[in-house]
């Protein structure tokens, strides 16, 4: 692999503008080159004075820097000049982000004092039970060697401790004793100087910050606390772990690119200039620091030692993989997707062999079964514009896998995704084959019964697939897509994530599903007439909840705002809490007209979908995709741009309002009775999702810019204590 391409993916992809310019550099080489070669050079008078060449072409060091020659090009003292900056950028990037880090892992080492004294006086209560309550008179000899014995029990496993604890190369204390009890203080001084953080994700908790307004709570020395404090530690430690190994690739892959670099000038231009360059890098505080490689040594031997019994599985939790690529992927999918394409053939010569479409009975009972395999079509549509769009994502460097916060190394890439919609098309498709065939068949007319059932076993094993308990079928992916599934339907009693409101924004283009969903359960239960037809279509309990089920996901969507209001302070939220709120509003009177029919009702619908329309898609531009900047370089777009050619994003918007008024256009005008109907609007509502498709690209593009401008590479986490400086200054 050339080290052009093994810079580039080994890159933080937040940190990018960080990153020694080794494209522009090498360009400049280019230009170099391009310049030597159409010199006129003296060939026998460069054979003779060889020698003398060699040695006048070494570059050396004068006070530190690099001396120029006199006779040094212009295209090379413009390669120097640029070599002299991004050393200059890097060696401040790193510098900064280590001291960043250096007070992380202070902060981290009063959390581990904190639960050291935790964890002593968890034990003591667990030893002692009641006898010390029990215990009314003590004599103060008693109590004072008491405190004492209390007292080096903590020194003693706090020094256990103190060995791999992380601290600081440099803290504000140089001469501080490594041992978290060197004042003398016993777990009970240490436990008062800090408070227990209440960063519990559960609804008790939402209500508990709400009301009491603070996120503190008072420690009540039990084992389920501890377990809780331990893992949240345990996540902050393996996080910061993760940060430092990005770190200390960061530092090794800019010293390898400056090194190549220059060898590749040398071999240009015949100048030795690397030795003495190399010299000015390794002088820097990139080139000469170690903090980094210390504390990542420290770090890990905390995780290992005090955060969990076997060793092996500490290394894996903190030294994730890579995946490797399976080939039997795309041997499966390239299978499935040729099945399929089969079975729709087979199913389109049964309708039309049969002339299924011809016969009324016939065209009723494909309109009763069209939403019941309709609403995997749906599903399926969206995971193939899914795939679509996860392969963008790689190509254009865009870490979704982090802004959506997947666990690293368990994230689906488009391969895997684009497999399971086309094993699911695979599945669907042979239940409608089956049910088709055996259903007009007037043989086998008996296995009637047994065929209705076919849509609902399907149904059925779909949803036993998802909540499988067992390592098969990308189990870690199922559980954070239910569990994200569940945050948001119980919005806003959860903390509002990246993940949970993305996943409830693809809800609010899936209404048809959810439709075809409610359609299930009529089909299964109530929607049953005497003559044995399904008739869901003229049910008003069905129809009434046909238009509700609509207003959902919007609902959500407006509670999760909401929540985010309420914690971050920020007005943008509630105006994006209007955005749904119109839309839910738009619903409304839109289902109300179709039950009333009545003007006043059709204008109110008019209205109020036209308000939600271009609220929507002035958000969606504006903000969601951060276009449309006035005083941006590029024009009505904004400065950063990924895609090549600007063109895309201006056909991007002109979709946006297009599809949002076709979605519109379909709302208003839709006839649930005939089949032609149900073929326009899955027509309409695949469309919906292929614009829900691409502001997924747009919307993480300007997510993704937006933490690289930041360099936020990484989550931040709660941590579990609070501590009280003041407390501790004047404890010590």
């Known amino acids: 692999m050339k080290f052009g391409k093994e810079f580039k993916d080994e890159m933080v992809h937040e940190w990018s503008e960080a990153y020694m310019d080794y494209g522009g550099l090498k360009h400049l080489l280019k230009d170099i080159n391009h310049f030597n070669t159409h010199r006129k050079v003296d060939i026998e008078n460069q054979e003779s004075g060889i020698g003398k060449i060699q040695h006048k072409n070494s570059m050396k060091l004068s006070n530190g820097k690099l001396f120029i020659p006199s006779e040094m090009g212009q295209n090379e003292k413009s390669f120097f000049e640029k070599l002299d900056n991004e050393l200059e950028k890097v060696n401040r990037f790193y510098k900064d982000i280590v001291e960043e880090a250096k007070g992380e892992a202070d902060e981290l080492a009063k959390q581990m004092e904190a639960l050291i004294a935790l ?13 010390a309550a029990s215990s009314k ?5 008693k109590a004072s060697s008491e405190a004492e014995q209390d007292q080096l029990d903590f020194k003693e496993e706090v020094d256990k401790f103190g060995e791999n604890i992380i601290k600081p190369a440099s803290s504000p204390s140089e001469n501080r004793d490594p041992s978290l009890g060197e004042h ?28 009491l307004g603070t996120t503190e709570k008072e420690c009540r020395f039990s084992q389920e606390e501890l377990k809780e404090i331990e893992e949240k530690l345990k996540k902050a430690f393996v996080e910061f772990y993760q940060k430092l190994r990005h770190l200390n690739q960061y530092s090794f892959m800019n010293l390898s690119a400056f090194s190549v670099i220059l060898e590749k000038y040398e071999k240009i231009t015949s ?19 170690d903090e980094v490689t210390s504390l990542l040594n420290k770090v890990e031997a905390t995780i ?48 039309q062999t049969r002339k299924l479409l011809d016969k009324e009975e016939a065209t009723v009972y494909l309109d009763s079964i069209f939403p019941l395999y309709s609403f995997y079509g749906y599903i399926i549509l969206h995971m193939l514009i899914g795939a679509a ?12 896998s982090f802004i959506l916060g997947f ?8 391969k895997e995704v684009f497999l399971l919609a086309s094993g699911l098309a695979v599945l669907v498709l042979t239940a409608c084959l089956v049910q088709l065939h055996i259903r007009m068949d007037s043989r086998i007319q008996e296995h009637e019964t047994f065929v209705e059932l076919v849509p609902l076993g399907l149904l059925i094993g779909l ?28 919005a806003p009693l959860y903390k509002v994530n990246m993940i949970d409101f993305f996943l409830s924004d693809q809800l609010t283009s899936q209404t048809q599903a959810i439709r075809s969903f409610v359609y299930y359960i009529c089909y299964y239960s109530w929607g049953k007439s005497s003559t044995g037809r399904k008739m869901c279509h003229v049910s008003d309990v069905y129809i009434v909840f046909y238009y509700i089920s609509a207003a959902i996901p919007y609902w959500i969507r407006f509670f999760q705002c909401m929540r985010r209001l309420i914690e971050e302070k920020e007005m943008k939220h509630g105006f994006n809490g209007f955005t749904y709120f119109s839309m839910l509003l738009s619903v409304v009177f839109q289902s109300t007209f179709r039950l009333r029919k009545k003007t006043t009702w059709k204008v109110w619908a008019l209205v109020s979908s036209g308000v939600a329309a271009l609220a929507n898609i002035s958000w969606d531009i504006r903000m969601d995709w951060g276009l449309l900047q006035m005083k941006s370089r590029n024009f009505l777009l904004r400065d950063k741009l990924l895609l090549h050619h600007k063109t895309a994003y201006y056909i991007a918007m002109i979709l946006e309002v297009l599809l949002r008024f076709v979605w519109l256009q379909v709302v208003l005008s839709f006839d649930m009775r005939p089949l032609r109907g149900k073929v326009i609007t899955s027509t309409f509502a695949s469309l919906e999702i292929l614009r829900r498709g691409i502001w997924n690209f747009f919307r993480l593009e300007n997510e993704h810019l937006n933490n690289v401008g930041e360099y936020r590479a990484f989550k931040s986490l709660p941590l579990p204590f609070i501590t009280d400086d003041d407390k501790v200054g004047k404890n010590e």
């Open 119 to 131: 964890r002593k006086k968890v034990k003591e209560k667990d030893t002692k039970g009641d006898k």
């Open 137 to 141: 008179v003590t004599s103060p000899s």
């Open 184 to 211: 003398g203080r016993t777990p009970s001084d240490v436990l008062e100087c800090v408070k227990i953080q209440n960063t519990s994700d559960n609804p008790k908790s939402s209500v508990e910050r709400l009301l």
């Open 271 to 289: 100048r030795k200039v690397m030795r003495s360059y190399m010299k000015i890098v390794d002088n820097t505080y990139i080139g000469s620091s």
């Open 304 to 351: 290992v030692k005090h955060f969990n019994s076997e060793r092996g599985d500490d290394i894996k939790l903190v030294r994730q993989e890579r995946k490797r690529e399976k080939h039997s992927i795309w041997f499966l999918s390239g299978f499935f997707c040729g099945f399929s394409v089969a079975l729709i053939m087979a199913i389109v010569l049964i309708i």
């Open 389 to 400: 769009n996860i392969y963008l994502w790689r190509c254009y460097r865009i870490n979704y």
């Open 407 to 414: 666990k690293p190394g368990t994230e689906l890439d488009h």
């Open 463 to 490: 949803v036993l697939i998802c909540l499988c308990p067992f390592n098969i079928i990308y189990r870690s992916s199922r559980f954070f897509l239910i569990q994200s599934l569940f945050r948001s339907i119980c």
